[in-house]
């Protein structure tokens, strides 16, 4: 079984990948059901839906932890918060593409790899194999 801690970056990835596919639908139906939107600390909005759909995208995390964390706190804006789920998936997903991109930038400012690198990297390995 895995952590809570393993679970709650799961979970964190597994919700903006749901909002950047389903954002449409979650935005009418948070808009035309009594307002369904809560502030967030990054001075942004989430849906108040979060709960229930996390438990549809990761079972095993409502089987294993969710029963445990409503009975320690009901409070679904404490839970929301204490999965670090409190965001605006909007804001989040823009600084996942800016740092996806940045990496990605980095990547090309290294020398691509030459077989005789990596030759020499095997050499290198090999006499530290023997030497312990």
Not at 50 to 65: N, Q, R, S, V, W
Not at 78 to 88: E, R, T, W
Not at 104 to 116: D, G, N, T, W
Request: aromatic share 8%; charged share 35%; proline share 5%.
């Amino acid at each position: 079984m895995r952590t809570l801690t393993e679970v709650k970056k799961d979970l964190k990835e597994k919700w903006l990948d749901y909002w950047e596919i389903n954002r449409k639908w979650i935005i009418l139906f948070c808009n035309y059901s009594s307002n369904r939107w809560k502030k967030t600390p990054d001075e942004g909005k989430r849906p108040d839906i979060i709960l229930g759909i996390i438990c549809g995208l990761e079972p095993d995390f409502a089987k294993d932890f969710m029963e445990t964390l409503v009975s320690l706190n009901k409070d679904s804006d404490a839970l929301i918060q204490s999965l670090g789920l409190n965001f605006d998936p909007d804001i989040e997903l823009k600084k996942r593409r800016e740092e996806r991109e940045k990496t990605q930038q980095e990547a090309h400012l290294l020398p691509p790899v030459s077989p005789l690198d990596e030759l020499r990297q095997k050499i290198k390995e090999s006499t530290n194999m023997t030497n312990n």
